[in-house]
């Protein structure tokens, strides 16, 4: 049994190994710049923000009551949609809210979303 367990772990450590030397090459031939959304909660509650992908949401993070946070935006929504839409869901409370139109986003865009 020891064997199997020190097996999978050399396994584990030669695939981790492969997989950093691929990411590093696919970067720096394949770099993307990041769309950015900066969220400024001016309400003494807290929010969890997400970014929606048709019937999903997508978790960016949780910003505190009377804070920013900036949030990168995954890749593949800005690529495959074009125009997002966010939902803002306060902790602790049972009413949320979604911007009520699309916002038309580009690859490395940096914009921001004040909550009120």
């Given at each position: ?15 981790a190994g492969c997989s950093g ?43 505190p009551g009377m804070t920013q ?28 809210a979604s911007t009520n139109e ?15």
């Amino acid at each position: 049994m020891r064997a199997v367990q020190t097996l999978s772990l050399v396994l584990w450590l030669v695939g981790a190994g492969c997989s950093g030397a691929r990411d590093s090459r696919s970067l720096s031939t394949d770099e993307r710049p990041q769309t950015r959304v900066e969220v400024r909660n001016q309400r003494p509650i807290d929010f969890t923000v997400y970014v929606l992908d048709g019937t999903r949401r997508i978790r960016l993070g949780t910003v505190p009551g009377m804070t920013q946070r900036t949030f990168v935006i995954p890749p593949h929504m800005v690529i495959d949609q074009g125009s997002l839409n966010f939902w803002i869901d306060p902790i602790g409370s049972d009413q949320a809210a979604s911007t009520n139109e699309a916002l038309t986003v580009r690859e490395g865009d940096e914009f921001s979303l004040t909550i009120r």
